[in-house]
Nanobody, 132 residues
């Protein structure tokens, strides 16, 4: 059974940094595209960054380019999201998701990715709060 578990969220001041982790189990991790999504209160879930199965291709939404970096360690079945220069508007629940068929761009720009069956697996989410 595909399982994803996020960690690393918390409260941070504007301009600060956090590193999120997404640990996977129950599937052939290095065959799956992995994405980070976020959902702020009252807003739709959006793609933040996605990474291909090999790690060779990545995608970022415009609002995080130059501030966030996605990476993966297939030996550890883990994907990371390094978030620097955090802003209050980055406050959200961050989720990781996995999909076997989709590429990084298709996955990251998907509307309503939380729809049943849209992606193969989701984690439970981790809250990131950026506030002074």
């Amino acid at each position: 059974q595909l399982q994803l578990v996020e960690s690393g969220g918390g409260l941070v001041q504007p301009g600060g940094s956090l590193r999120l982790s997404c640990a996977a189990s129950g599937f052939t991790f290095d065959s799956y595209t992995i994405g980070w999504f976020r959902q702020a209160p009252g807003k739709e879930r959006e793609g933040v960054s996605c990474i291909s199965s090999s790690g060779g291709r990545t995608n970022y939404t415009d609002s995080v380019k130059g501030r966030f970096t996605i990476s993966r360690d297939n030996a550890k079945n883990t994907v990371y999201l390094q978030m620097n220069s955090l802003k209050p508007e980055d406050t959200a629940v961050y989720y990781c998701a996995a999909d076997y068929l989709l590429g990084v761009q298709t996955m990251c720009v998907m509307s309503h990715p939380e729809r049943p069956g849209a992606l193969d697996a989701w984690g439970q989410g981790t809250l990131v709060t950026v506030s002074s």
